[in-house]
């Protein structure tokens, strides 16, 4: 049996292009045999109709706050009280703003202020709008406050652009609610995850790299979200899918990844250094490509900074975590590694077997 059977799911729908993804996973939320309610703002109406909502959800739409019907019995607190889970899907930039205010100025903002299920929002938007300071802050503001952030995916938008911001599936969605446990052992914890190998550039088409994939990294954040974390995956490029309910932020080099994660790592319980930073980067790249020419080529490196070691001398630092992947002496250089770097944790990965 589901894990959201018979819960109720209070399902929000704002004002984007993928709100007619909204009745996909009302449909699947009932199959869930869940029981689904559903409050819309005035700006979704004109993308999906309340009369496609009712039919799927087998319960009439709400959009307005100041009902006096349903507010005669105080139905927005009514709503509030009602609901095992909270999700909104699409959340638009705009309303993750509203949100991350505290305002209260229709009946989806009001409702989320006065619920004390669990909340999860479901970002869409331009590419653009999603990589700006102002919605990263948002976010980042709403995250610390143990709201679950499901994506966004990357991929084709309506725009016609290619980026981060779509809405994550309707399949994903209910995935990330059944594992959203209403306790945890790590509920409330806030966990900082490096994933991915880090590319540094040689040149426009090439670069220094590694074997990662990102699969551990995005395992382990996976695992987190499961306990009941609020999950920070800060990554280098990968080719896995983004785990339900972690925020991404995507970087490449291990300069973009230390500033990414010392920009989050303040208010982090937890940090996991996963990801395979590069030792080295080319002193410069070279702005044109490198030509062959030449029977060999010389490249000047510099040492990258040390990520790990990096949030392991901090003052406030959080329970930090390190991963040493090694050919030979596993244990032992392990064991060095935990020691030089002053790290609570390691854990040992023979890439030989």
């Known amino acids: 049996m589901s894990s959201l059977a018979r819960k109720h ?3 929000g729908v704002t004002g ?7 009745a996909e996973l009302v449909r699947r939320l009932v199959d869930q045999e869940a029981i689904v309610r559903v409050v819309m703002t005035r700006a979704a109406r004109e993308f999906i109709t309340p009369l496609t909502l009712q039919a799927v959800s087998g319960h009439p739409v709400r959009d307005a706050l ?9 139905g927005h607190i009514e709503l509030a009280r009602w609901a095992d889970h909270v999700i909104i899907a699409p959340a638009t930039a705009d309303f993750i703003a509203r949100l991350a205010a505290g305002l209260a100025n229709d009946l989806l903002t009001t409702l989320c202020l006065a619920t004390e299920a669990p909340l999860s929002v479901a970002p869409a938007m331009n590419r653009v709008m999603w990589d700006h300071p102002a919605t990263r802050a948002n976010i980042d503001i709403l995250s610390r406050r143990n709201v679950h952030i499901l994506g966004p995916d990357s991929g084709l938008q309506a725009c016609g652009e290619t980026g981060e911001g779509r809405m994550i599936a309707p399949t994903d969605i209910v995935s990330c609610l059944n594992e959203t446990p209403s306790t945890g052992v790590l509920q409330g914890v806030r966990v900082v995850i490096t994933a991915g190998p880090t590319w540094e550039p040689l040149d426009p088409v090439r670069a220094l790299t590694n074997h990662s994939s990102g699969k551990m990294g995005y395992a382990v954040a996976s695992a987190a979200i499961e306990a009941g974390a609020d999950v920070i995956l800060v990554s280098g490029p990968s080719f896995e899918l983004p785990p339900p309910g972690a925020t991404i932020h995507s970087v490449k080099t291990a300069n ?15 940090f996991i250094g996963v990801a395979a930073v590069s030792d080295y980067r080319p002193v410069e790249a070279s702005r044109k490509k490198l030509k062959k020419g030449q029977e060999t080529i010389r490249l000047d490196l510099v040492r990258n900074p040390d990520i790990l070691a990096s949030v392991a001398a901090r003052a406030d630092r959080p329970f930090t975590v390190g991963f040493a992947a090694e050919t030979e002496a596993t244990l032992n250089n392990a064991r060095e590694k935990l020691l030089a770097k002053g790290l609570d944790l390691i854990v040992a990965n ?4």
């Open 9 to 11: 799911v209070l399902v």
């Open 16 to 22: 984007g292009i993928a709100a007619y993804k909204s």
């Open 256 to 270: 973009e990844m230390l500033a990414k994660v010392e920009s989050q790592i303040g208010s982090a319980n937890i």
């Open 350 to 353: 023979s890439v030989t077997s």
């Open 66 to 74: 100041l009902d006096s019907q349903a507010e005669a019995g105080m």
